[in-house]
């Protein structure tokens, strides 16, 4: 699998998410810069955490209109596997990629700890070496998470299969409508998640249950 | 140009004899913006000048130590090439006015001082002060420095890994916040702030200076009154975005060898980075302040000096090196200015819009800060507390539940989950333990940090209660298992011209040597905030220590929890029921009194060697010290951790053997079978051991009558804080 992790001004986590890809697929992951404007050929493009553009205006509203969005978002439309970890869900949503948006926290507190996920769809690339009800457990670390959408979109949301994560009944950490911690886009090969699966690969950091995110994909695009 | 009269030096903090030196050195009157820098350069918080004399006693050598004390931050061998580049600095006077930002630039400006050095920030530390709970002001200062450490922080994407909060009335009018920031870099690659060669370029990068933060530096040498909020504005604002920027920028050109020299602006700003870089290199600097990328405009010359304003750097660069510099700022989004040059005149030349503002002798501005032997009585120590002093018949499980409640002892949880502490992917031990514990990057090596001082001992025997906050810092390396390294320091006291303050003063620093001394644990780095009080009401001494230690294989390494039922039950040290100055005499007997434990270092020396190798050989993986709250409570921090329970066989056991505060003891859990052989090799290296008991089911019980559940510990202990924090009104 050859895979992209987008460094934007301030992101974070870039390092983690070029780690934890590097690790599971035995592949270097490009580092491309926002400012590029071609995301090299490959097969993954990660939004990594962080706090792009300060975070400033809105979490991930600048970072969305980032000369590298353009490419992102035509490699989406053909249908390149796009993941949006934590503030990459943010730009994603912020975007127009993924419906919906991370508001923040209900009770207006960042927060970091391991969270309990239900895994509640198995059939989509991101997911298939999970089963589906599999509990997993991934650290949280943010301060808009609390996501947000009608109504309607979330029926639809869970009608369609796109709900893929969910917060384990007591586990929800930021207020998300339907315990949503990630979902997928209509053609499944965008999701975004708040949960960190890159800070969930190594056994001594307490959970090893985000491997079979990245070794999912590894396997839907080798 | 402005007179110099005494109201005008009085308002720039400098005495009347400060001012007669400065016209000695000068052969002249100096000008207003010369005034200026001699103000900031000369306030205690730069020149240290109460302190210094006495800060010589300190041990700040060992094989380990690169860099001691005298840069941005101090430097250590960590092996393979690698350095730990670490320090620790307040940011009490600005967090007491405005809580967010003031914690937000404190962490802001620790973290500049160590990627200065060259070294990428893996890990931060706080220690903080506040008020007593029911003080008005404290939950609102509780929630703004909690919030301002993770709001820079967070967006730096260092995690935040622990650190220690303790509440006190001393605090009310003045609360302490101190930041500790530990970086890792190649031993090789170490960056140094000397501004040496002539006709070297001096590039100003970071943020464009505004009026913010004009005279922080004074403000902090000062003591408060009532009218301390009406200094609001001299609290610098932070932007943890550019500072990332910077961060990065700097980074990816220190990858280059274009720097000659590289300092932040901190306190005194342009004003301390010019000054301090020419005086180390033996140069001289000429400024141009048109240059200087400027917020607003209208600026003097004063106030550019004396901004504040955060996320800036001074570098000297090496000549023609400039445009390659430049490229990598304008990639990060940066401004980038060669604002001077470096001369070989020794003086500190400022220009501004044609006309030389201010001409300083570098070294005096540095070097030559008046240095005071100030007066000062040493404490009289207060006589042990008499044993019948203390109610014995109270049942231990019901008190030890009121101490897990208590404000210094309950769970900081609601802190440190407002800190993404799992950034960087290396936090293998998160907050909640003894030490945290970050992996080295990409290696099995990790690093362990804590910072520990107990001031109530401190007030109580300065002497006594530093030495015990280096030997806690020791031992809470050693009990998960790593080689305690060096340490750096956090002076917080009082105003230091009364002379009951600067004896504590003295007597802390005597005792933090002593202790370095037989501990092998050099202070590497430090700070020290003075005048810490308001309308004449001190602080507690609070010399804050930050220790850092190595664990060579993370594979051997400990912590807290209960891992399996059937374990034995280990106590290392000497237990003789030690309850003056402990938390249970304050929080349940409602006294301050008697005299704190003695350390005796060379039991606690021998006492954590024979830990730390049962750590490494494997044989011990469930280690906890002994601290505040004594015996009981470790042994229920143990519980809560691993959410397993025990059996003591101690029926006989009083008040003082389970809550008294005596030093250099360490719980262990071990397997059964490891346990007499443990006690056998303990009885040989002469470290008192003794067999307590037996990890068990889901209750901790004493031997006789009922226990008490795993489950109504934890209650107990999570529920004080979000309580605390969620009352609409003060409780």
Sequence with gaps: ?222 | MTAITPDLLRRHGLSEDEYWRIKQLLNREPNLVELGIFSVMWSEHCSYKSTRAHLRRLPTKGPQVIQGPGENAGVIDIGDGDAVVFKMESHNHPSFIEPYQGAATGVGGIMRDVFTMGARPIAMMNALRFGAPEHGKTRHLVGGVVAGIGGYGNCMGVPTVGGEVNFHPAYNGNILVNAMCVGLARKDRIFKSAAEGAGNPVVYVGSKTGRDGIHGATMASAEFSEDSQEKRPTVQVGDPFTEKLLLEACLELMATDAIVAIQDMGAAGLTSSSAEMAAKGGSGIELNLDRVPQREAGMTAYEMMLSESQERMLMVLKPGREGEAERIFQKWELDFAVIGQTTDTGRLIVKHQGTIVADLPAHALSEEAPVYQRSYTPRAVPLPLARSAVDSSRPPLATLLTLLASPDLCSRRWIWEQYDYSVMADTVQQPGGDAAVVRVHGSTKALAITTDVTPRYCKADPFEGAKQAVAEAWRNLTAVGAVPLAITDNLNFGNPERPETMGEIVAAIDGIADACRALSFPVVSGNCSLYNETNGEPILPTPAIGGVGLIKDIAQMANIAFKREGDAIILIGKTTGHLGRSLYLREIEGREEGAPPAVDLAEEKRNGDFVRRLIEAGRAGTVHDISDGGLLVALAEMAMAGGIGAELRRENAGIAFFFGEDQARYLLAVPAREGESILAEAAKAAVPAELLGTTKGDALSLGRGVGITVAALRAAHESWFPAFMAAEKPA
């Design chain 1, 1 to 222: 699998m050859r895979s992209a992790v987008i460094v934007f001004p301030a992101s974070n986590c870039d390092r983690d998410a070029h780690d934890a890809l590097a690790q599971l697929s035995g592949r270097e992951p490009h580092m491309v810069w926002h400012g590029d404007s071609d995301v090299p050929d490959v097969d993954l493009i990660v939004l990594p955490g962080g706090f792009a553009y300060g975070d400033y205006l809105r979490c991930g509203a600048m970072a969305a209109h980032s000369h590298i969005m353009r490419d992102i978002k035509r490699k989406a439309e053909q249908g390149i596997a796009v993941l949006g970890i934590c503030n990459g869900f943010q730009i994603l949503t912020e975007a127009g990629l993924l419906p919906g948006a991370l508001m923040r926290n209900a009770d207006l507190k960042f927060v970091c700890r391991p969270v309990e996920l239900v895994v509640e769809e198995s059939q989509s690339g991101f997911t298939r070496k999970y089963s589906k009800g599999e509990r997993v457990r991934f650290p949280v670390a943010h301060g808009e998470g609390n996501y947000f959408a009608d109504e309607a979109t979330l029926d639809r949301l869970e009608g369609e299969g796109r709900v893929v994560f969910r917060y384990a009944p007591g586990e929800n950490p930021n207020g998300s409508a339907r315990d949503i911690a990630g979902i997928l886009n209509e053609k499944r090969n965008v999701l975004g998640l708040m949960p960190h699966p890159e800070r969930a690969c190594d056994p001594l950091l307490g959970s090893t249950t985000g491997r079979a995110l990245f070794q999912s994909l590894i396997e839907s695009l080798t």
